[in-house]
């Protein structure tokens, strides 16, 4: 059974900072793209970082120079450093794990329950 876990979500000022982790189980974690994304109230779910199993980060222009996306492969988890936070940043931020899948298999896309991120003062 495929399972990720976020943490590390909560309230802080604006300017602060917040590091999340997504702990992934029952997939070979290695291979998979692995991704942060983010909901606000009344808004559609938004990329903010992908990190694939092999290459570079890539981020949303709005986080661009502030959040970071970093993977420990022995420890089956995905992190995102948030930083400069801005109440902008308000929202349930969920992990995602992807594997492409040669057609006409589906790929595989995983998701965690989320946690929740309020940049408040």
């Known amino acids: 059974q495929v399972q990720l876990v976020e943490s590390g979500g909560g309230l802080v000022q604006p300017g602060g900072s917040l590091r999340l982790s997504c702990a992934a189980s029952?997939?070979?974690?290695?291979?998979?793209?692995m991704g942060w994304y983010r909901q606000a109230p009344g808004k559609q779910r938004e990329l903010v970082a992908t990190?694939?199993?092999?290459?570079?980060?890539n981020y949303a222009d709005s986080v661009k120079g502030r959040f970071t996306i970093s993977r420990d492969n022995a420890k089956n988890t995905v992190y995102l450093q948030t930083n400069s936070l801005k109440p902008e940043d308000t929202a349930v931020y969920y992990c995602n794990a992807h594997r492409r899948r040669p057609y006409p298999v589906r790929d595989s896309d995983y998701w965690g329950q989320g946690t929740q991120v309020t940049v408040s003062s």
């Open positions: 990190i694939p199993s092999g290459g570079s980060a």
């Open positions: 029952g997939i070979i974690f290695s291979i998979y793209d």
